[in-house]
Antibody
């Protein structure tokens, strides 16, 4: 059973960079594609992007210019950086694991709320 | 980008009743469609993958069908714990997209 846990600041100022880390346990980093997904309060789900253990990435074009996802297999972690944030980036951010290059999301973290506000 | 639409937006039913939820894709996704359940304050949970396959540990009252552009999630007899929001998601093309959700609430 793969377990994921998000961590990072819950408050980010406008124009700054949002940074989150997901720590993985119970599974091999080589077995899954590691995604970030977000959900604004009261709204639906948006896939941000994923990374494979090799470092290969796939980003949603709607956010690609602002997103960087990285992986540290030695720490069983992967990370999200979202630059130049605005209030529209306020959301619960989930990390998730999927088995395929074209993927579902088999396992999810509990999510962490990030608020963009001065 | 493939757009998914779900209907109805809200479904009001009683425990024991049958729930039928629909998801339509803007273009064919073959059978690459999944369904998730989300309860308040929780992460989504994978129920069905590739249109009709139940994920590990999912009760048999949940079933999925469809292919191409039209898909259905059926809950044969609603249990109290099934009242939640349900999302569909396609993995046919990147970016992977979700539908807006159907809320199943208690009548």
């Amino acid at each position: 059973q793969v377990r994921l846990q998000e961590s990072g600041p819950g408050l980010v100022k406008p124009s700054e960079t949002l940074s989150l880390t997901c720590t993985v346990s119970g599974g091999s980093m080589r077995s899954y594609y590691w995604s970030w997904i977000r959900q604004p309060p009261g709204k639906g789900l948006e896939w941000i992007g994923y990374i494979y253990y090799s470092g290969s990435t796939n980003y949603n074009p709607s956010l690609k210019s602002r997103v960087t996802i990285s992986v540290d297999t030695s720490k069983n972690q992967f990370s999200l950086k979202l630059s130049s944030v605005t209030a529209a980036d306020t959301a619960v951010y989930y990390c998730a694991a999927g088995m395929f290059y074209l993927t579902n999301f088999d396992y999810w973290g509990q999510g962490t709320l990030v608020t963009v506000s001065s | 980008e493939i757009v998914l639409t779900q209907s109805p937006a809200t479904l009001s039913l009683s425990p024991g009743e049958r729930a039928t939820l629909s998801c339509r894709a803007s273009q064919s996704v073959s059978s690459y469609l999944a369904w998730y359940q989300q309860k308040p304050g929780q992460a989504p949970r994978l129920l069905i993958y590739d249109a009709s396959n139940r994920a590990t540990g999912i009760p048999a009252r949940f079933s999925g069908s469809g292919s191409g552009t039209d898909f259905t999630l059926t809950i044969s007899s609603l249990e109290p714990e099934d009242f939640a929001v349900y999302y569909c998601q396609q993995r046919s093309n990147s970016p992977f997209t979700f539908g807006p959700g159907t809320k199943v609430d208690i009548k």
